[in-house]
């Protein structure tokens, strides 16, 4: 978990929340793969929390994203809260085959299953890059 503290403007687009994560990974360039967890109410306050999951694997384990869902819903309770998702990891900013992979396994045990909605960024050698946008209902 991090020390930082943690910016209380809110996020009220997919716009704001990809600058959010740039300013919260500055500058984001990885030597290790990572996924970072943050989540944000209906109005785009962000909980102050932020939780890295390092050592991740280059393909998706789905017993691990099982334990994301897990986490979410003990984070988030009933509270309906957006889980913002941001992928580091070390190499080109493009998006790759293992990121795809990544995002599919995602949406497949997230999906619906969250109490409120998800989104997915990419972070590497510099950039930040949205990968799974949240709804545009996500913030009101």
Same mark, same amino acid.
């Given at each position: 978990m991090?020390?930082?503290p943690l910016p209380t403007t809110p996020v009220r687009s997919?716009?704001?929340l990809t600058r959010?994560?740039?300013?919260?990974?500055?500058p984001p360039v990885f030597t290790a793969?990572?996924?970072?967890?943050?989540?944000?109410?209906?109005?785009?306050a962000m909980l102050p929390l932020l939780l890295p999951v390092d050592d991740l694997p280059e393909a998706p384990e789905l017993r691990l994203v099982a334990g994301l869902r897990t986490m979410h819903d003990a984070v988030a309770g009933? /509270?309906?809260?957006? @889980?913002?998702l941001a992928l580091?990891?070390?190499?080109? =900013?493009? %998006?790759?085959?293992?990121?795809v992979a990544w995002s599919e396994a995602l949406?497949?045990?997230?999906?619906?299953?969250?109490? /409120?909605?998800?989104? @997915?960024?990419l972070?590497?050698?510099?950039?930040?890059? =949205?990968? %799974?946008?949240?709804?545009a209902w996500a913030w009101r």
């Amino acid at each position: 978990m991090t020390t930082t503290p943690l910016p209380t403007t809110p996020v009220r687009s997919a716009d704001e929340l990809t600058r959010r994560w740039a300013d919260l990974l500055d500058p984001p360039v990885f030597t290790a793969r990572s996924l970072w967890l943050a989540w944000m109410g209906a109005d785009g306050a962000m909980l102050p929390l932020l939780l890295p999951v390092d050592d991740l694997p280059e393909a998706p384990e789905l017993r691990l994203v099982a334990g994301l869902r897990t986490m979410h819903d003990a984070v988030a309770g009933t /509270g309906g809260l957006h @889980l913002a998702l941001a992928l580091c990891r070390p190499g080109p =900013p493009e %998006v790759d085959g293992d990121d795809v992979a990544w995002s599919e396994a995602l949406r497949t045990g997230l999906g619906d299953r969250v109490d /409120g909605t998800w989104s @997915l960024h990419l972070a590497a050698s510099g950039t930040v890059t =949205p990968v %799974v946008n949240p709804p545009a209902w996500a913030w009101r």
